[in-house]
């Protein structure tokens, strides 16, 4: 079963920089994506960010470009979310999820089997 391992949440001012952590193991897939989703109090989940290993290919949600960079380290099994520019509305609770395959489909998360616990992130105004 694959394991994620999320770390790097926490309370930062608006305008602050945050990065999140997503350790994976015993993950032996061949083609595999890698996805940021996060959810907010009484909102649905939302995906955030991905990359996938067939190309080192990335996505991001229209309301974060500019501003997240998902990247990954395959020496250490971690794929990374530096976030700068941080707003309140960025408030949520940041999961990383796995699925096989080569494709990133952020719009339907239901499509990852395999998620984190989940770290919260808090912007304050």
């Known amino acids: 079963e694959v394991q994620l391992v999320e770390s790097g949440g926490g309370l930062v001012q608006a305008g602050g920089s945050l990065r999140l952590s997503c350790a994976a193991s015993?993950?032996?897939?061949?083609?595999?994506?890698i996805g940021w989703f996060r959810q907010a109090p009484g909102k649905e989940r939302e995906g955030v960010s991905c990359i996938s290993s067939s190309d080192g290919s990335t996505y991001y949600a229209e309301s974060v470009k500019g501003r997240f960079t998902i990247s990954n380290d395959n020496a250490k099994n971690t794929v990374y979310l530096q976030m700068n520019s941080l707003k309140p509305e960025d408030t949520a609770v940041y999961y990383c999820?796995?699925?096989?395959?080569?494709?990133?489909?952020?719009?339907?998360?239901?499509?990852?089997?395999?998620w984190g616990q989940g770290t919260q992130v808090t912007v304050s105004s």
């Open positions: 999820a796995a699925r096989e395959g080569i494709w990133c489909p952020l719009r339907v998360p239901a499509d990852f089997g395999s």
């Open positions: 015993r993950f032996t897939f061949d083609d595999y994506a």
